[in-house]
Protein backbone atom coordinates (compact mmCIF):
# COMPACT_ATOMS: atom_id res chain seq x y z
CA UNK A 1 0.00 0.00 0.00
CA UNK A 2 1.09 3.57 -0.84
CA UNK A 3 1.16 5.60 1.98
CA UNK A 4 3.62 9.30 3.05
CA UNK A 5 6.48 6.73 3.87
CA UNK A 6 7.07 6.83 0.20
CA UNK A 7 7.38 10.14 0.10
CA UNK A 8 10.68 9.90 2.32
CA UNK A 9 12.65 7.65 -0.02
CA UNK A 10 13.00 10.64 -2.23
CA UNK A 11 15.92 13.17 -0.84
CA UNK A 12 15.00 16.10 -3.25
CA UNK A 13 11.52 16.07 -2.30
CA UNK A 14 12.74 16.64 1.53
CA UNK A 15 13.81 20.65 1.18
CA UNK A 16 12.18 24.10 0.54
CA UNK A 17 11.51 26.10 -2.58
CA UNK A 18 11.29 30.06 -2.21
CA UNK A 19 10.51 29.57 0.98
CA UNK A 20 7.93 26.59 1.00
CA UNK A 21 8.13 23.29 0.98
CA UNK A 22 8.54 21.53 -2.10
CA UNK A 23 5.75 19.89 -4.08
CA UNK A 24 6.44 18.05 -7.26
CA UNK A 25 3.70 17.44 -9.80
CA UNK A 26 6.01 17.03 -13.04
CA UNK A 27 6.42 13.67 -13.11
CA UNK A 28 5.41 13.47 -16.24
CA UNK A 29 8.17 15.32 -17.35
CA UNK A 30 11.02 13.02 -14.78
CA UNK A 31 10.44 11.68 -12.17
CA UNK A 32 12.37 11.63 -9.11
CA UNK A 33 14.73 9.11 -8.01
CA UNK A 34 14.38 7.08 -4.59
CA UNK A 35 17.74 6.26 -2.49
CA UNK A 36 17.83 2.59 -3.86
CA UNK A 37 18.19 3.67 -7.23
CA UNK A 38 20.81 6.76 -6.11
CA UNK A 39 22.79 4.38 -3.93
CA UNK A 40 22.60 1.84 -6.68
CA UNK A 41 24.42 4.61 -9.35
CA UNK A 42 26.91 5.40 -6.83
CA UNK A 43 27.85 1.65 -5.95
CA UNK A 44 28.38 0.43 -9.02
CA UNK A 45 30.92 3.46 -9.78
CA UNK A 46 32.27 3.02 -6.78
CA UNK A 47 32.93 -0.82 -6.54
CA UNK A 48 31.92 -2.41 -9.83
CA UNK A 49 33.17 0.19 -12.90
CA UNK A 50 34.56 -1.35 -15.93
CA UNK A 51 33.34 -1.92 -19.70
CA UNK A 52 30.88 -4.93 -20.03
CA UNK A 53 31.57 -8.45 -22.02
CA UNK A 54 35.21 -8.04 -23.33
CA UNK A 55 37.34 -8.57 -20.17
CA UNK A 56 38.21 -11.16 -18.03
CA UNK A 57 39.04 -9.25 -15.35
CA UNK A 58 36.89 -9.27 -11.80
CA UNK A 59 35.27 -5.80 -12.67
CA UNK A 60 34.61 -6.89 -15.91
CA UNK A 61 33.17 -9.75 -15.66
CA UNK A 62 30.96 -8.07 -12.09
CA UNK A 63 29.62 -5.20 -14.42
CA UNK A 64 28.64 -7.44 -17.16
CA UNK A 65 27.01 -9.10 -14.97
CA UNK A 66 25.14 -6.05 -13.47
CA UNK A 67 24.29 -5.01 -16.82
CA UNK A 68 23.00 -8.39 -18.21
CA UNK A 69 21.26 -8.56 -14.94
CA UNK A 70 19.37 -5.43 -15.70
CA UNK A 71 18.51 -6.90 -18.58
CA UNK A 72 16.53 -9.70 -17.15
CA UNK A 73 14.96 -7.50 -15.15
CA UNK A 74 13.37 -5.36 -17.65
CA UNK A 75 12.32 -8.67 -19.84
CA UNK A 76 10.67 -10.01 -16.56
CA UNK A 77 9.01 -6.42 -16.05
CA UNK A 78 7.56 -6.58 -19.16
CA UNK A 79 7.06 -9.87 -19.66
CA UNK A 80 8.69 -10.23 -23.22
CA UNK A 81 9.70 -13.76 -24.04
CA UNK A 82 13.60 -13.33 -24.05
CA UNK A 83 16.19 -10.66 -23.21
CA UNK A 84 17.23 -11.34 -26.75
CA UNK A 85 13.90 -9.20 -27.59
CA UNK A 86 15.23 -6.14 -24.56
CA UNK A 87 17.38 -3.51 -26.28
CA UNK A 88 18.97 -0.88 -23.96
CA UNK A 89 19.18 2.20 -26.03
CA UNK A 90 18.82 5.99 -24.77
CA UNK A 91 15.27 6.27 -24.08
CA UNK A 92 12.04 6.07 -25.60
CA UNK A 93 13.07 9.22 -28.91
CA UNK A 94 15.87 6.76 -29.52
CA UNK A 95 13.79 4.16 -29.47
CA UNK A 96 11.30 4.96 -31.97
CA UNK A 97 13.77 6.39 -34.27
CA UNK A 98 15.64 2.67 -34.90
CA UNK A 99 12.15 0.83 -35.28
CA UNK A 100 11.26 4.24 -37.70
CA UNK A 101 14.67 3.92 -39.30
CA UNK A 102 15.37 0.03 -39.31
CA UNK A 103 12.28 -1.73 -39.61
CA UNK A 104 10.39 0.92 -41.56
CA UNK A 105 12.73 1.91 -44.62
CA UNK A 106 13.14 -2.33 -45.22
CA UNK A 107 9.60 -2.67 -44.82
CA UNK A 108 7.52 0.95 -46.26
CA UNK A 109 7.60 1.88 -49.74
CA UNK A 110 5.90 4.43 -52.23
CA UNK A 111 2.33 4.87 -51.21
CA UNK A 112 1.81 2.67 -48.19
CA UNK A 113 0.43 4.34 -44.84
CA UNK A 114 1.83 5.05 -41.62
CA UNK A 115 -1.05 5.50 -39.07
CA UNK A 116 -0.76 7.48 -35.77
CA UNK A 117 -3.08 9.99 -33.96
CA UNK A 118 -3.30 13.27 -32.76
CA UNK A 119 -1.93 13.32 -29.07
CA UNK A 120 1.08 11.78 -29.92
CA UNK A 121 4.68 12.92 -28.65
CA UNK A 122 6.93 14.63 -31.17
CA UNK A 123 8.88 11.69 -30.38
CA UNK A 124 6.68 9.32 -32.15
CA UNK A 125 5.43 11.78 -35.44
CA UNK A 126 8.55 13.19 -36.19
CA UNK A 127 10.38 9.74 -36.91
CA UNK A 128 7.54 8.93 -38.80
CA UNK A 129 7.07 11.75 -40.89
CA UNK A 130 10.90 11.69 -41.99
CA UNK A 131 9.83 8.25 -43.24
CA UNK A 132 6.57 9.09 -45.00
CA UNK A 133 8.97 12.20 -46.79
CA UNK A 134 12.03 9.60 -47.42
CA UNK A 135 9.70 6.49 -49.20
CA UNK A 136 7.08 8.59 -50.42
CA UNK A 137 4.67 7.07 -48.12
CA UNK A 138 1.31 8.45 -46.40
CA UNK A 139 1.30 9.83 -43.09
CA UNK A 140 -2.30 9.84 -41.40
CA UNK A 141 -3.58 10.62 -38.31
CA UNK A 142 -6.85 8.48 -36.18
CA UNK A 143 -9.42 11.03 -35.11
CA UNK A 144 -10.14 12.17 -31.46
CA UNK A 145 -13.24 11.38 -29.77
CA UNK A 146 -14.67 15.06 -28.06
CA UNK A 147 -13.30 13.99 -25.15
CA UNK A 148 -9.57 13.64 -26.49
CA UNK A 149 -10.14 9.52 -26.32
CA UNK A 150 -9.99 7.58 -29.51
CA UNK A 151 -12.51 5.06 -31.19
CA UNK A 152 -12.11 1.85 -32.82
CA UNK A 153 -14.29 2.70 -35.23
CA UNK A 154 -12.04 5.64 -36.20
CA UNK A 155 -9.47 2.93 -36.49
CA UNK A 156 -10.55 0.49 -38.20
CA UNK A 157 -11.59 3.86 -40.37
CA UNK A 158 -7.70 4.53 -40.88
CA UNK A 159 -6.11 1.58 -40.97
CA UNK A 160 -6.38 -0.37 -43.79
CA UNK A 161 -4.28 -2.85 -46.09
CA UNK A 162 -1.51 -0.26 -47.27
CA UNK A 163 -1.03 0.46 -44.00
CA UNK A 164 2.44 -0.95 -43.10
CA UNK A 165 2.81 0.64 -39.42
CA UNK A 166 0.56 2.06 -36.70
CA UNK A 167 2.62 3.91 -33.99
CA UNK A 168 0.29 5.07 -30.85
CA UNK A 169 0.87 6.32 -27.31
CA UNK A 170 -0.20 3.90 -24.64
CA UNK A 171 -0.95 7.17 -22.28
CA UNK A 172 -0.86 10.40 -23.48
CA UNK A 173 1.40 12.80 -22.03
CA UNK A 174 -1.22 15.72 -22.27
CA UNK A 175 -4.28 14.62 -21.81
CA UNK A 176 -3.63 11.42 -19.58
CA UNK A 177 -5.90 9.13 -22.00
CA UNK A 178 -5.03 6.05 -21.39
CA UNK A 179 -5.15 4.19 -25.32
CA UNK A 180 -6.73 0.18 -26.17
CA UNK A 181 -3.43 -0.56 -27.31
CA UNK A 182 -4.05 -4.32 -27.22
CA UNK A 183 -7.24 -3.48 -29.45
CA UNK A 184 -5.17 -1.39 -31.89
CA UNK A 185 -3.12 -4.18 -32.36
CA UNK A 186 -5.16 -6.50 -33.37
CA UNK A 187 -6.43 -4.12 -36.10
CA UNK A 188 -3.33 -3.18 -36.82
CA UNK A 189 -2.44 -7.22 -37.40
CA UNK A 190 -5.75 -7.79 -39.10
CA UNK A 191 -4.73 -5.52 -42.13
CA UNK A 192 -0.52 -6.86 -42.04
CA UNK A 193 1.05 -3.77 -40.37
CA UNK A 194 2.89 -4.12 -37.10
CA UNK A 195 2.05 -2.02 -33.69
CA UNK A 196 4.50 0.37 -32.22
CA UNK A 197 3.59 1.49 -28.57
CA UNK A 198 5.03 4.62 -27.12
CA UNK A 199 4.91 3.98 -23.39
CA UNK A 200 6.86 6.36 -22.10
CA UNK A 201 3.96 7.57 -19.63
CA UNK A 202 2.53 3.66 -19.30
CA UNK A 203 5.80 1.96 -17.94
CA UNK A 204 6.08 3.62 -14.67
CA UNK A 205 2.44 3.77 -13.98
CA UNK A 206 0.76 0.04 -15.20
CA UNK A 207 1.45 -3.25 -15.30
CA UNK A 208 3.03 -4.17 -18.90
CA UNK A 209 2.72 -7.10 -20.61
CA UNK A 210 4.03 -6.69 -23.90
CA UNK A 211 3.19 -10.51 -24.84
CA UNK A 212 -0.67 -9.47 -23.96
CA UNK A 213 -1.00 -6.82 -25.40
CA UNK A 214 0.75 -8.55 -28.50
CA UNK A 215 2.50 -5.36 -29.70
CA UNK A 216 5.51 -5.67 -32.27
CA UNK A 217 7.69 -3.12 -30.62
CA UNK A 218 7.57 -1.09 -27.50
CA UNK A 219 9.36 1.73 -26.58
CA UNK A 220 10.21 3.75 -23.10
CA UNK A 221 12.54 5.61 -20.65
CA UNK A 222 14.13 4.90 -17.31
CA UNK A 223 13.75 8.53 -16.12
CA UNK A 224 10.21 8.24 -15.52
CA UNK A 225 9.91 5.45 -13.69
CA UNK A 226 12.53 6.55 -10.92
CA UNK A 227 15.38 5.44 -12.89
CA UNK A 228 18.14 7.26 -14.29
CA UNK A 229 18.21 9.59 -17.32
CA UNK A 230 19.89 8.69 -20.77
CA UNK A 231 18.69 4.77 -20.35
CA UNK A 232 15.82 3.26 -21.85
CA UNK A 233 14.44 0.35 -23.53
CA UNK A 234 13.20 -1.07 -26.89
CA UNK A 235 11.44 -4.25 -26.87
CA UNK A 236 10.59 -5.93 -30.55
CA UNK A 237 9.51 -8.95 -31.23
CA UNK A 238 12.44 -11.86 -31.82
CA UNK A 239 11.83 -12.41 -35.47
CA UNK A 240 11.09 -8.73 -36.04
CA UNK A 241 14.36 -7.71 -34.78
CA UNK A 242 16.53 -10.89 -36.14
CA UNK A 243 15.74 -9.34 -39.59
CA UNK A 244 16.22 -5.57 -38.86
CA UNK A 245 19.59 -4.49 -39.51
CA UNK A 246 21.61 -1.99 -37.21
CA UNK A 247 21.69 1.90 -37.94
CA UNK A 248 24.61 2.75 -35.38
CA UNK A 249 28.05 0.87 -36.25
CA UNK A 250 31.20 0.49 -33.81
CA UNK A 251 32.77 -1.37 -31.71
CA UNK A 252 30.68 -3.80 -29.17
CA UNK A 253 27.99 -4.48 -31.81
CA UNK A 254 30.19 -6.43 -34.45
CA UNK A 255 31.25 -10.41 -34.48
CA UNK A 256 33.63 -10.23 -37.56
CA UNK A 257 35.25 -7.20 -39.06
CA UNK A 258 37.01 -7.53 -42.01
CA UNK A 259 38.44 -4.68 -44.78
CA UNK A 260 35.48 -4.48 -46.69
CA UNK A 261 32.68 -6.16 -44.88
CA UNK A 262 31.06 -7.12 -41.43
CA UNK A 263 29.10 -9.09 -39.73
CA UNK A 264 26.96 -8.11 -36.61
CA UNK A 265 26.66 -9.62 -33.33
CA UNK A 266 23.33 -11.73 -32.43
CA UNK A 267 20.43 -10.20 -30.99
CA UNK A 268 20.26 -8.05 -28.31
CA UNK A 269 23.43 -6.69 -28.81
CA UNK A 270 23.79 -5.79 -32.24
CA UNK A 271 21.65 -2.91 -31.50
CA UNK A 272 24.36 -1.53 -29.18
CA UNK A 273 26.77 -0.06 -30.67
CA UNK A 274 29.69 1.09 -28.79
CA UNK A 275 30.10 1.19 -24.81
CA UNK A 276 27.09 0.65 -23.67
CA UNK A 277 24.90 2.31 -20.71
CA UNK A 278 26.18 0.45 -18.40
CA UNK A 279 25.81 2.36 -15.19
CA UNK A 280 22.09 3.34 -16.35
CA UNK A 281 21.08 0.25 -16.72
CA UNK A 282 22.09 -1.15 -13.93
CA UNK A 283 20.30 1.88 -12.18
CA UNK A 284 17.09 1.00 -13.95
CA UNK A 285 17.51 -2.26 -12.41
CA UNK A 286 17.84 -0.85 -9.08
CA UNK A 287 14.06 1.33 -10.28
CA UNK A 288 12.44 -1.78 -11.47
CA UNK A 289 12.93 -3.67 -8.05
CA UNK A 290 12.06 -0.46 -6.26
CA UNK A 291 8.51 -0.37 -8.18
CA UNK A 292 8.15 -4.05 -7.89
CA UNK A 293 8.49 -4.46 -4.30
CA UNK A 294 5.47 -1.40 -4.23
CA UNK A 295 3.83 -3.22 -6.92
CA UNK A 296 2.27 -1.53 -10.30
CA UNK A 297 -1.44 -2.32 -9.46
CA UNK A 298 -1.12 -0.22 -6.30
CA UNK A 299 1.11 2.57 -8.12
CA UNK A 300 -1.97 2.82 -10.61
CA UNK A 301 -5.04 2.72 -8.20
CA UNK A 302 -2.95 5.00 -6.45
CA UNK A 303 -2.58 7.50 -9.06
CA UNK A 304 -6.57 7.30 -10.70
CA UNK A 305 -7.57 8.36 -6.54
CA UNK A 306 -5.27 11.38 -6.93
CA UNK A 307 -6.32 12.12 -10.44
CA UNK A 308 -9.91 11.91 -9.19
CA UNK A 309 -9.64 13.87 -6.16
CA UNK A 310 -7.42 16.64 -8.11
CA UNK A 311 -10.70 17.09 -10.72
CA UNK A 312 -12.91 16.97 -8.23
CA UNK A 313 -11.12 19.98 -6.04
CA UNK A 314 -9.78 22.08 -9.65
CA UNK A 315 -13.46 21.76 -10.86
CA UNK A 316 -14.47 24.11 -8.27
CA UNK A 317 -12.17 26.90 -9.51
CA UNK A 318 -13.87 29.49 -11.69
CA UNK A 319 -12.45 29.83 -14.90
CA UNK A 320 -10.26 26.43 -15.03
CA UNK A 321 -10.82 24.24 -17.50
CA UNK A 322 -9.47 20.89 -17.35
CA UNK A 323 -8.24 18.94 -20.76
CA UNK A 324 -9.03 14.89 -21.80
CA UNK A 325 -11.71 12.52 -20.61
CA UNK A 326 -13.68 13.26 -17.42
CA UNK A 327 -13.79 9.57 -16.08
CA UNK A 328 -10.67 9.34 -14.15
CA UNK A 329 -10.89 5.75 -14.98
CA UNK A 330 -9.79 5.99 -18.25
CA UNK A 331 -7.17 8.55 -17.47
CA UNK A 332 -3.54 8.60 -16.04
CA UNK A 333 -2.34 10.58 -12.88
CA UNK A 334 -2.29 13.49 -15.45
CA UNK A 335 -4.50 16.78 -15.13
CA UNK A 336 -3.72 19.59 -17.86
CA UNK A 337 -6.09 22.57 -17.82
CA UNK A 338 -5.90 26.60 -17.99
CA UNK A 339 -7.42 29.49 -16.18
CA UNK A 340 -9.27 31.74 -18.17
CA UNK A 341 -7.06 35.11 -19.32
CA UNK A 342 -3.85 33.61 -17.52
CA UNK A 343 -0.88 32.30 -19.55
CA UNK A 344 0.22 28.76 -18.53
CA UNK A 345 3.61 29.98 -18.23
CA UNK A 346 2.28 32.96 -15.81
CA UNK A 347 0.62 30.17 -13.89
CA UNK A 348 3.82 27.81 -13.22
CA UNK A 349 5.50 30.88 -12.20
CA UNK A 350 3.10 32.05 -9.41
CA UNK A 351 2.60 28.08 -8.42
CA UNK A 352 6.41 28.19 -8.43
CA UNK A 353 6.97 30.93 -6.33
CA UNK A 354 4.67 28.55 -3.84
CA UNK A 355 7.10 25.94 -4.31
CA UNK A 356 4.98 23.90 -6.20
CA UNK A 357 6.31 22.67 -9.81
CA UNK A 358 4.22 21.65 -12.87
CA UNK A 359 4.53 21.98 -16.65
CA UNK A 360 4.14 24.61 -19.24
CA UNK A 361 4.17 24.67 -22.46
CA UNK A 362 2.96 22.99 -25.80
CA UNK A 363 4.57 19.82 -24.17
CA UNK A 364 5.80 18.48 -27.06
CA UNK A 365 2.46 18.09 -28.96
CA UNK A 366 1.96 21.13 -30.49
CA UNK A 367 -0.33 18.99 -33.54
CA UNK A 368 -2.40 18.08 -30.15
CA UNK A 369 -2.65 21.42 -28.74
CA UNK A 370 -3.91 22.94 -32.27
CA UNK A 371 -6.49 20.21 -32.03
CA UNK A 372 -7.36 21.88 -28.43
CA UNK A 373 -7.32 25.18 -30.00
CA UNK A 374 -5.11 26.45 -27.51
CA UNK A 375 -1.11 27.38 -28.12
CA UNK A 376 -0.36 26.11 -24.33
CA UNK A 377 -1.38 24.13 -21.31
CA UNK A 378 -0.01 24.25 -17.58
CA UNK A 379 0.16 20.19 -16.30
CA UNK A 380 -0.07 18.52 -13.22
CA UNK A 381 1.19 15.46 -13.18
CA UNK A 382 1.36 12.97 -10.51
CA UNK A 383 3.11 9.84 -9.06
CA UNK A 384 3.70 7.38 -6.50
CA UNK A 385 5.09 9.94 -3.79
CA UNK A 386 1.99 12.67 -4.39
CA UNK A 387 -1.18 12.38 -2.06
CA UNK A 388 -3.93 14.47 -1.17
CA UNK A 389 -2.12 16.86 0.78
CA UNK A 390 -0.16 17.97 -2.46
CA UNK A 391 -2.90 18.61 -4.51
CA UNK A 392 -4.77 20.96 -1.67
CA UNK A 393 -1.37 23.15 -2.20
CA UNK A 394 -2.28 23.23 -6.10
CA UNK A 395 -5.65 24.03 -5.34
CA UNK A 396 -4.54 26.77 -2.64
CA UNK A 397 -1.82 27.77 -4.89
CA UNK A 398 -4.21 27.97 -8.67
CA UNK A 399 -6.61 30.00 -6.47
CA UNK A 400 -3.62 32.60 -5.57
CA UNK A 401 -3.00 32.90 -8.99
CA UNK A 402 -6.02 33.47 -9.96
CA UNK A 403 -6.95 36.35 -7.69
CA UNK A 404 -3.54 37.78 -8.31
CA UNK A 405 -3.99 38.44 -12.15
CA UNK A 406 -7.62 39.55 -11.60
CA UNK A 407 -6.09 42.25 -9.50
CA UNK A 408 -3.46 43.40 -12.11
CA UNK A 409 -5.61 42.64 -14.67
Not at 33 to 62: M, W
Not at 170 to 178: A, D, E, Q
Not at 290 to 309: C, D, P, R, T
Request: hydrophobic share 40%; with cysteine.
Amino acid sequence: MINQEIKSYFPILNQEINGHPLVYLDSAATSQKPVQVIEALKSYYEFDNSNVHRGVHTLGNRATEKYEGAREKVRNFINANSTEEVVFLRGTTTAINLVAQSYGRANVEEGDEIVITYMEHHSNIIPWQQLAKERGAILKYVELEEDGTISLEQVRAAVTERTKIVSMVYVSNVLGTMNPVKEVAEIAHENGAVMVVDGAQAAPHLKIDVQQLDCDFFAFSGHKMCGPTGIGVLYGKKALLNDMEPVEFGGEMIDFVGLYDSTWKELPWKFEGGTPIIAGAVALGAAIDFLNEIGLNEIEKHEHQMAAYAMDKMSGIEGLSIYGPKDPAKRAGIVTFNLEDVHPHDVATVLDMNGIAVRAGHHCAQPLMKWLEVSATARASFYLYNNESDIDRLVEGLRSAKEYFNDVY
